[in-house]
């Protein structure tokens, strides 16, 4: 299995909605990712899990919060978002060793927030 | 910025002819790869080059890479209109062997 699947696939929320998205993958990557993009933008870092631990936020409101409750999932928990959090999010994984970090990407979840 | 910068932003050929786009990018690297991108949807990996490899091949996909101007390139030979998407390039980020930095990325149009 080589496919990294995301859930939902959209997602409407008012600002004082709280929800969650999901992703999952069954290659064995022990580094998993999520990526805010906007339109016609590259992707944007927000957080990187290696090993079931966060090892990287990249400065990220605290209105996203991320959790990894095992190897395969992935969670990003939505609270108190603004319009402008509206984006393709974008759920990765990879391996964490030889030096190569091709990285595989879920689908993403469309985001409006209103 | 660590971003990397890539032209053109946008690209308009016919199906058949071969596509370039170009990268360039600012710090050492231990790698850089390329990822397609269909609207709206998620990056697909395309090809890795390492640093001391100076061309990599992959069907009918052929990048350089020239560390000395700290730039790469992408040519699609005969292409399709299924190969329209966006094309970014990444590398990695020297404060973490995690980090893709991804350039600014081309636009790709095949017409029919």
């Known amino acids: 299995d080589t496919e990294v699947t995301q859930t939902p696939k959209h997602l409407v929320m008012g600002m004082t909605n709280k929800k969650s998205l999901k992703c999952e993958q069954h290659?064995?990557?022990?580094?998993m990712y999520w990526y805010k993009q906007k339109a016609k933008k590259p992707p944007e870092l927000m957080f990187v899990y290696s090993y079931e631990k966060l090892s990287i936020n990249e400065s990220v409101p605290s209105r996203f919060s991320p959790e990894c409750p095992n190897s395969s999932l992935l969670n990003l928990h939505l609270h108190a978002l603004q319009p402008e959090d509206s984006a393709l999010y974008l759920c990765?994984?990879?391996?964490?060793?030889?030096?190569?970090?091709?990285?595989?990407f879920g689908p993403g979840t469309r985001l409006t927030v209103l | 910025s660590q971003q990397g910068e890539e032209d053109p932003q946008a690209l308009s050929i016919q199906e058949g002819e071969n596509a370039t786009m170009n990268c360039s990018y600012k710090t050492s690297i231990n790698n850089l790869q390329w990822y397609r991108q269909n609207s709206g949807r998620g990056l697909v990996h395309l090809i890795l080059i390492r640093s001391n490899e100076r061309e990599k091949h992959s069907g009918r996909l052929r990048v350089t890479l020239d560390t000395s101007k700290k730039s790469s390139s992408l040519l699609i030979t005969a292409s399709r209109a299924a190969d329209t998407a966006s094309y970014f390039c990444a590398t990695d980020a020297l404060d973490s062997s995690y980090k893709l930095i991804f350039g600014s990325g081309t636009r790709l149009l095949v017409r029919p």
């Open positions: 990765a994984s990879s391996h964490t060793s030889g030096g190569r970090n091709e990285q595989f």
């Open positions: 290659m064995g990557h022990r580094a």
